[in-house]
C-alpha cells in the first residue's frame, strides 16, 4: 500500500509528491502573493471537488487550514508565479493526475 504525502517547497514553486519518503513525481506550481502568502504549516487533504468552477480549474483538493487549498487554474500561464490568494495552483492535467493518485487526509507540508 502506498505511503504518500506531499511536499510544496515555496522557494522553488515545486509540490512533490512523496511515496514512502522517495519523491516520486514533481510539479510545477503557482503560490501566494507577497500580501497573501501560502501559509508554511502541516495540513492535510480534507475534501476534494471535481470541476469546482471559476478559477479553481478541473479540480479542488482543499486543506485542513480553512479556505486554502491546491487546485486547478484557468490560467496557465500563472503557473511558476507569485499569483494566487494564498492556494497552491496546478495546471490542470497535473492537478488531475495527483487527485488520482493521493487519498483524503494525505499529509501536505507547505515549507519555506
Avoid at 475534501?47 to 496557465?76: C, E, R, V
Avoid at 511558476?80 to 487526509?105: E, F, K, W
Amino acid at each position: 500500500m502506498a505511503d504518500y504525502r506531499i511536499i510544496v517547497d515555496l522557494s522553488d514553486r515545486q509540490l512533490y509528491l512523496l511515496d514512502a519518503n522517495v519523491v516520486v513525481r514533481g510539479y510545477p506550481v503557482g503560490i501566494g502573493r507577497m500580501v497573501t502568502q501560502t501559509p508554511t504549516g502541516e495540513y492535510e487533504i480534507i475534501n476534494k471537488q471535481p470541476n469546482p468552477g471559476g478559477p479553481f480549474g478541473a479540480f479542488w483538493m482543499g486543506l485542513s487550514k480553512p479556505h486554502y487549498g491546491i487546485h486547478g487554474t484557468n490560467d496557465p500561464s500563472s503557473i511558476g508565479h507569485l499569483v494566487s490568494h494564498g492556494c497552491i495552483r496546478m495546471y490542470n492535467a497535473d492537478v488531475l493526475q495527483l487527485a488520482a493518485t493521493v487519498p483524503l487526509y494525505t499529509r501536505v507540508t507547505i515549507r519555506p
